[in-house]
């Protein structure tokens, strides 16, 4: 089984801030990775997928980054919308996801 | 305006079954391969099982294999998953979710459900 691990699990900052949320894999994923916006009591959100390409209808400030065991989710400029917690998912081999971050004020 | 609807959750005891299920609108059904995936609360997510399209083809996480099976009805866009010999770290939300693209041995997720909670208790 792919483990996925993220990194921080929480995470504090301030609208405007640029925020970087790391996930690393146990063994190569290929770009076989998605990231995911989650709020209290709601279903995840597709944000990023392919580990670079924007789902349609997200702003364009969530960038996605890697390949191979180490990933990035960068949002350029953190708006009040953007608080949340996110979770990365590799799709490689089945499907697992890392243990999320929440990002909080 | 893609919908998927899960019903069926609710309070068990171990050792127990039950059944979900999640309605599906808005796009064609049999077209999509579809997946669950639960969410302990307060933790992270967790793929459950997986049904192509036809629904041929299964797929299942290794904590649940041997007691859960996924299945799908394409004449009432329906999903379901039969969770039998349930254990309480079976506690969980569980969502229904369309496939949006596939990679190497498995698929991301572009439409989820809001979810059905599911809990194994004494």
């Known amino acids: 089984d792919i483990q996925m691990t993220q990194s921080p699990s929480t995470l504090s900052a301030s609208v405007g801030d640029r925020v970087t949320i790391t996930c690393r894999a146990s063994?190569?994923?290929?770009?076989?990775l998605a990231w995911y916006q989650q709020k209290p009591g709601k279903a995840p959100k597709l944000l990023i997928y392919?580990?670079?390409s924007l789902e349609s209808g997200v702003p364009s400030r969530f960038n996605g980054s890697g390949s191979g065991t180490e990933f990035t989710l960068t949002i350029s400029s953190l708006q009040p919308d953007d608080f949340a917690t996110y979770h990365c998912?590799?799709?490689?081999?089945?499907?697992?996801f890392g243990q999320g971050t929440k990002v909080e004020i | 305006e893609v919908q998927l609807l899960e019903s069926g959750g609710g309070s068990v005891q171990p050792g127990g079954s039950l059944r979900l299920s999640c309605a599906a609108s808005?796009?064609?059904?049999?077209?999509?391969?579809m997946s669950w995936v639960r969410q302990a609360p307060g933790k992270g997510l967790e793929w459950v099982s997986t049904?192509?399209?036809?629904?041929?083809?299964?797929y299942y996480g290794d904590s649940v294999k041997g007691r859960f099976t996924i299945s799908r009805d394409n004449s009432k866009n329906t999903l379901y998953l039969q969770m039998n010999s349930l254990r309480a770290e079976d506690t969980a939300r569980y969502y229904c979710?369309?496939?949006?693209?596939?990679?190497?041995?498995?698929?991301?997720?572009?439409?989820w459900g809001q979810g059905t909670l599911v809990t194994v208790s004494s």
């Open positions: 063994q190569s994923i290929s770009t076989w």
């Open positions: 998912q590799q799709y490689n081999s089945y499907s697992s």
């Open positions: 392919k580990a670079s």
């Open positions: 979710a369309r496939t949006h693209t596939r990679g190497y041995g498995g698929y991301d997720y572009d439409h």
């Open positions: 049904n192509s399209g036809s629904g041929g083809s299964r």
């Open positions: 808005g796009f064609t059904f049999s077209s999509y391969v």
